[in-house]
């Protein structure tokens, strides 16, 4: 059975002035949990990270091996379609520059895939630049399973369905190849400051 389930929201607040995107509210202190399913619970001893398609070689991390890759501790603001905002959250993992480093590929989109069989397609330029990161931490504690542990993707930049929760790799392409939402009406690439809510936005 599908299902989504939708977290408090808490009161709706404006937020700081320019903080927050057009049509979005403040969801302060609370942090919904918006899953197309049930968590899965993949045990690190088990968990891999890979990156393949169109690149000169596959590349797999181990969780030990993903552990040991130097980390970075973003605080960024994350803006969900279904309009709540939250500002200044803290995470830790590693930048996918790090992952994506002397990885040969002509390849400009990526489709990041997870455990439980959701997908996101982001163009590759939208992963490179200091923008997006393989996380396993928030708030200074491990990332607990309903916000995507053991680790998720983070792409503060667009709206927040692009995070793949219980990420598990990127899948590297030539050719731009819808994922679930967008495969659903959702907007292909999802810019929160421009509103691209559903296609055609
Ligand atoms: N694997 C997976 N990742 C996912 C989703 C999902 O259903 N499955 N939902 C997306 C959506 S629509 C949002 S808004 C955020 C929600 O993340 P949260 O539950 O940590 O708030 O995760 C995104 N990543
Ligand atoms: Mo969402």
Redesign the pocket.
């Known amino acids: 059975m599908s299902f989504v389930s939708r977290?408090f929201a808490g009161r709706r607040r404006a937020g700081p002035p320019g903080r927050l995107p057009p049509g979005q509210y403040d969801v302060a202190e609370g942090?919904?949990?918006?899953?197309?399913?049930p968590t899965p619970r993949t045990p690190v001893g088990s968990w891999d990270f890979t990156i393949r398609g169109e690149v000169d070689a596959g590349r797999r991390w181990t969780w030990e091996e993903f552990r040991a890759l130097p980390r970075e501790r973003p605080t960024v603001d994350i803006h969900?379609?279904?309009s709540w905002s939250k500002l200044d959250t803290r995470w830790e993992g590693v930048s996918v520059d790090t992952l994506l480093d002397g990885v040969t590929t002509g390849a400009g989109y990526a489709v990041a895939f997870?455990d439980?069989g959701?997908t996101?397609n982001v163009p590759l330029a939208d992963l490179r630049g200091g923008r997006a990161w393989v996380v396993d931490t928030y708030d200074g504690a491990p990332l607990h399973p309903?916000?995507?542990g053991p680790a998720?993707l983070l792409v503060p930049h667009l709206y927040?369905?692009k995070?793949?929760?219980?990420v598990r790799g990127l899948v590297l392409s030539a050719q731009d190849q819808p994922g679930f939402?967008e495969t659903f009406g959702y907007h292909n690439r999802g810019d929160p400051w421009r509103q691209q809510r559903y296609a055609g936005d």
């Open positions: 977290g942090f919904p949990v918006l899953s197309a399913g969900c379609v279904t997870s439980g959701y996101t309903e916000h995507g998720r927040f369905w995070s793949a929760k219980w939402w």
